[in-house]
């Protein structure tokens, strides 16, 4: 096996660079070493102005995605030995801006995460003293996957619909909806639903299913708005049939 | 509020995915009977007199349009987001759905017509 | 603060095979309603009377049509495919408060297309 | 004009979330900031496996668990912060349950609690072994229903700004653009986790570089306990990454290189099939850290390319229990070191993790700087003293999160004053520095990474499991080598748009001033007590030692340490007892 194996790095330092440029750099091809190893040998012995994003190195925290040879990826996670003899090519995610060489601007989800409210919502919120909201295994299973995203961003790099519509709320933002409208504890779908059942919600999406194959978690966030549209389509369409009833139970919950 | 309840996409995209499991379910079956199987004689075609039997049956006219309609509106709903987003054609959204979901319903209206005729 | 968008390439489902892929799914509905077409000529063929029908075994019969309709056939087994495949994604079904399995999902509809498939066959060829 | 809001917390982990919520709910009136170096759901809460601990069971008493906590602690925590955070423990855990955390049920639908080590009862709570990963997300999620908390998402502080013996704020760096702001406030909250990053092999995330210890350290509080670091026995060779103690909990061994359950031969109790409470496995973390340099030391380990080892054997609990409690320990090892637990042992080695000392505080959280409050890893109540048991900081983090939120909005509100001129004044200061460092050039000079380097490795051979005098001796000398080279190093980074090496330079500013700390306090502690074991102090000695040591920052930037009473409530000092 070779010793060393060559990253070729977009770099663009704003201001300065109109467009990433890639930089190539020689690493050491180690069994163990992530991409992630790889940019950090960089940055201590090779060229300190390289900037990305990283902390817990164990594929939970999900600071460090990126494009590796055109595939979204947590550069914790994806192993230099994969990719030999190389060379690797590594990119800011895709979809967003990018602020800087391998960083980019995720403020979008930031604003519309709170939009979809990915909290439990209750009509009355009973005190702790009372113990706690019983919710069996099987309850806790319909939620589970929905809960176990990492907001890493990989799904978002890889929906085409959100590089083509930006105001496309996203897999996860709505993944994490869903994770609250199925749990057991949760009230609010219906506060949920102007959002979620909106043109820029689930309708937009095209069921490309992307995002739930590179999602480093297990997440199915396709999965999710397909379940969510069948959910909001019965629904609007009771409402059609039975536009009196329907009334009712409207002007009920949101009085 | 008034935004979702006037919002067609629900009852567009429950239209697309009848439509799409009736297509997935039937279409092949006969695209391979009518469209190759008896044109190349790999089968050969039934007579006139049975075909028309069978077509002269209300519940199959009532199958084949239901067939013909969710297909088309299947067809409709994905073709306009294929033109939207495969060509980038979202700026055109006006003309688009026109001619996606306006030849839907023409071609409902002609079904109707050929199937009521028969 | 000046960042850097990527633009977007006008073919950009060029990009990734995963893209082709779901572009060429979407297509297969330009051919389930070229069947639409080809079903309600062929309805008009037959109510027309046996010499129209003849006319339109007739026309079926040419190269083209029949090239037209072996590629609108592979389209339309991709839907199936892609369709019965994504489907128990789509829904969660359950029977006595148990999440039936998405393989068993699929089988159903594998099934229930083979029933279907032989039913119209059978009317058909009767 | 500077932005100013009522309370500033600094960190958004588990504790920092807990306690924006805290000031949030506590007086709505109030303007309460977040800043956090990286988005909040990124902070090293995340990371947190195994569970939280809380008496949930019938069978189970509060001053059980505060008497393992006590005893766990080596009798160096105080107990009436002890009898504190186990009454307030339940009702946090609880209401992260009204929140949503997704806590593993039984059948029934009631919370599920698991053994851990150190533990008499099965107490500690976890949602799979994913526990802080799902704490934060919950707290983060819940966070954002309170639109009025302000985030600071990847700003980077440093300074907390003090006038006349109080804290009004800070200075901090938005590491998008390199904007420097001072950011004043009635009270300051620091919840910026440990300083795992000052040791070369820790289960810490990258972000964990003391910065919350150095900033209260420079701002004039004492850090407290420093010399207690925890060796978590069970990290993945190369990584560090934590296989957490539930997989000993669920029943794993530990297998020395002859298959041998090694812990029997360390006062731990015997081998029994099924895991037994306070027992083998399921002992303290300091314990079966220090059994392992002991076999290491009888060549029982084995030896790889990233150091020896011993195993942890899973094979016995099968795919299905693997699956269902441990799935994230099978991803693991699977990704990072190749292996399947169900069929492999897993090679493990002891890694630095957490640090009982921190910025000394009261049980409100408050540190004696006026209006300067600390909550978590970062802050020393203590709770933890000598050795920490696991599962206790999860619930630290929302206890005294929640109690520094509370007593923060308290003083805000009651002692509001305008913030002084001289404040603005030191924040102008401090962005002049921070610019002329960003642009100083520096001829041949000295690499970050190799003082980082080699400031680990001095640390890992000064302050390990064990330690003595000349190696603690050795260690000070080469740390003031180290300082003296840090003034010379520089960086080639001079933009100002997400430059991550000057955040690097600053962080190692601020390793090396708690690496000095930890140093000088273990130096001085000459008795043998929880993690600190001293080869030349092998015992412990209450007469001396039964007390907290508090290093201070002089003047002149050296650090000098004294001793403050350890608080004695109902658990007079005993003999710590596993097994037996």
Redesign the interface.
């Known amino acids: 096996m070779a010793t060393e194996i060559t990253l070729e790095v977009a770099r663009y330092r704003p201001g300065v660079d109109s467009e990433p440029v890639m930089q190539s750099y020689q690493v050491p091809l180690r069994e163990h070493w992530a991409i992630l190893d790889g940019l950090t040998y960089v940055k201590d012995h090779l060229d300190g102005t390289l900037s990305f994003r990283w902390s817990c190195r164990m594929g939970i925290c999900g600071s460090c995605g990126m494009t590796v040879n055109g595939e979204p990826q947590l550069s914790c996670a994806t192993f230099l030995t994969d990719y030999a003899p190389g060379p690797i090519r590594v990119e800011p995610l895709h979809n967003f801006p990018v602020v800087r060489d391998l960083v980019v601007d995720i403020d979008d989800f930031m604003t519309k995460l709170p939009k979809v409210k990915p909290w439990v919502v209750r009509e009355v919120q009973s005190p702790v003293e009372e113990g706690e909201y019983l919710q069996t295994p099987e309850e806790l299973d319909e939620y589970q996957q929905f809960s176990m995203c990492i907001n890493c961003m990989l799904c978002y790099s890889a929906c085409?619909?959100y590089s083509?519509?930006p105001d496309f709320l996203g897999p996860a933002a709505i993944a994490l909806a869903q994770r609250y409208n199925l749990d057991s504890r949760d009230e609010g779908a219906d506060e949920r639903?102007?959002v979620l059942?909106?043109?820029e919600g689930v309708?937009a999406c095209?069921f490309v299913g992307e995002c739930s194959a590179v999602c480093p978690k297990g997440v199915d966030p396709a999965g999710a708005i397909q379940r969510y549209?069948?959910t909001?389509?019965?629904?609007?369409?009771k409402?059609?049939l039975m536009p009196r009833i329907s009334r009712r139970l409207?002007s009920r919950s949101?009085g | 509020?008034n935004?979702?309840?006037s919002?067609p996409?629900?009852?567009l995209?429950?239209l697309f995915?009848s439509?799409?499991?009736v297509?997935?379910?039937?279409?092949?079956?006969?695209?391979?009977?009518?469209?190759?199987a008896?044109?190349?004689g790999l089968?050969s075609?039934?007579s006139?007199a049975?075909?028309?039997a069978?077509?002269h049956n209300p519940l199959t006219r009532l199958v084949?349009f239901g067939?013909?309609a969710l297909?088309?509106f299947?067809?409709a709903?994905?073709?306009r987001?294929?033109l939207?987003?495969?060509?980038?054609l979202?700026r055109y959204a006006v003309p688009i759905v026109v001619l996606c979901y306006g030849g839907a319903v023409v071609?409902c209206v002609?079904?109707a017509g050929?199937?009521l005729?028969? | 603060m000046s960042v850097y968008q990527r633009p977007?390439h006008?073919l950009w489902?060029l990009e990734r095979r995963a893209y082709v892929l779901f572009?060429l799914r979407?297509?297969?509905?330009?051919f389930?309603?070229w069947?639409?077409v080809?079903?309600?000529l062929?309805?008009?063929a037959?109510?027309d009377?046996?010499a129209s029908?003849?006319r339109f075994?007739d026309w079926?019969?040419q190269w083209w049509?029949?090239a037209i309709?072996?590629v609108?056939?592979l389209f339309?087994?991709l839907?199936?495919v892609t369709?019965?495949g994504l489907a128990p994604r789509?829904m969660a079904i359950k029977v006595r408060g148990r999440r039936v399995p998405a393989q068993q999902i699929v089988a159903a509809?594998y099934l229930?297309?083979l029933v279907?498939?032989a039913a119209?066959?059978w009317?058909?060829?009767? | 004009m500077a932005d100013y809001h009522d309370v500033v917390v600094v960190g958004g982990g588990g504790a920092g979330l807990r306690a924006a919520i805290a000031v949030a709910e506590t007086n709505p009136a109030l303007r309460v900031a977040v800043i956090s170096k990286v988005y909040p759901m990124r902070s090293h809460t995340v990371s947190a496996e195994g569970g939280a601990a809380a008496v949930a069971a019938p069978d189970d008493t509060l001053d059980e668990h505060a008497y393992d906590t006590v005893s766990g602690s080596d009798w160096l925590c105080d107990q009436d912060a002890v009898e504190a955070f186990v009454a307030e423990a339940p009702r946090e855990l609880l209401r992260l349950e009204h929140w949503g955390c997704p806590w593993s049920r039984q059948p029934d639908g009631k919370i599920a609690v698991r053994a851990f080590g150190g533990m008499k009862k099965k107490r500690t709570w976890f949602a799979a072994d994913r526990t802080g990963f799902h704490l934060l997300h919950t707290l983060f999620q819940t966070a954002l229903s309170y639109s009025d908390i302000v985030r600071y998402d990847e700003w980077y502080v440093t300074k907390i700004l003090v006038d006349d013996g109080r804290a009004y704020g800070v200075v901090a760096i938005e590491l998008a653009t390199g904007r420097i702001e001072t950011i004043t406030a009635n009270a300051v909250i620091l919840c910026t986790g440990g300083c795992g990053r000052v040791f070369p092999f820790t289960t810490n995330a990258n972000i964990k570089t003391g910065d919350g210890m150095a900033l209260a350290y420079r701002a004039g509080a004492p850090l407290k306990d420093m010399e207690f670091v925890q060796y978590h026995p069970t990290g993945l060779p190369f990584t560090g990454i934590l296989i957490t103690e539930a997989a000993r909990a669920e029943g794993g061994w530990l297998l020395n290189k002859d298959g041998y359950r090694y812990l029997q031969d360390y006062d731990l109790g015997t081998p029994t099939p099924e895991p037994v409470l306070r027992n083998m496995e399921l002992g303290p973390r300091d314990r079966l850290s220090q059994a392992f340099v002991h076999e290491m030391e009888k060549g029982n380990t084995i030896d790889t390319p990233y150091g020896p080892i011993v195993n942890l054997d899973l094979r016995h609990l099968g795919a299905k229990l693997i699956d269902l409690k441990l799935p994230f320990v099978r991803e693991l090892c699977s990704k990072y070191q190749n292996i399947d637990p169900v069929t492999e042992l897993v090679p493990v080695r002891p890694v630095v993790h957490y640090m009982m000392g921190g910025v000394h505080t009261d049980i409100r959280g408050a540190t004696p700087l006026e209006g300067l409050y600390a909550a978590g890893e970062v802050a020393c109540v203590s709770i933890n003293g000598a050795n920490r048991l696991g599962s206790n900081s999860l619930p630290e983090c929302l206890v005294f999160g929640n109690r520094a939120g509370r007593a923060a909005a308290v003083f805000a509100a009651r002692y509001h004053r305008e913030v002084p001129s001289s404040i603005v004044a030191q924040g102008r200061d401090e962005a002049r520095r921070l610019a002329a460092e960003l642009g100083r050039r520096v001829e041949g000079h000295q690499r970050i990474a190799d003082i980082r380097t080699e400031m680990q490795a001095t640390m890992e051979n000064g302050a390990g499991i064990y330690r003595d005098g000349d190696s603690l001796t050795k260690a000070a000398h080469e740390l003031a080598e180290l300082r003296l080279r840090f003034r010379h190093a520089g960086i080639d980074d001079h933009s100002t748009n997400f430059n991550t090496e000057l955040i690097a330079w600053l962080e190692l500013g601020f390793m090396l001033d708690v690496a000095e700390c930890i140093i000088d306090s273990a130096a001085l502690r000459e008795e043998s007590r929880g993690a600190h074991q001293r080869t030349d102090f092998p015992a412990r000695d209450d007469e001396r030692f039964l007390a907290h040591s508090l290093v201070r920052r002089q003047p002149d930037g050296s650090s000098r340490v004294g001793y403050l009473p350890v608080t004695i409530t109902r658990w007079p000092p005993g003999e710590r007892i596993y097994g037996r």
Request: with cysteine.
């Open positions: 085409p619909v083509l519509e639903r102007d059942s909106s043109p309708w095209t549209k069948l909001a389509a019965t629904q609007s369409i409402e059609l409207n949101q | 509020m935004h979702r309840r919002s996409e629900p009852l995209w429950m995915s439509g799409g499991m297509a997935a379910l039937m279409v092949p079956i006969l695209l391979f009977l009518f469209g190759i008896f044109p190349v089968l075609a039934p006139h049975h075909l028309y069978v077509l084949l067939l013909c297909a088309l299947h067809w709903h994905r073709f987001y294929t939207y987003d495969g060509l980038q979202k071609g002609i079904a050929l199937l005729t028969v | 977007v006008l489902w572009v979407e297509l297969s509905s330009v389930v309603a069947f639409v080809f079903l309600l062929l309805v008009n037959v109510s009377g046996t029908y003849q075994l079926s019969g049509v029949v309709n072996v609108a056939m339309v087994l839907h199936v369709w019965f789509a509809h229930a297309w279907l498939s119209v066959a009317l058909v060829l009767r």
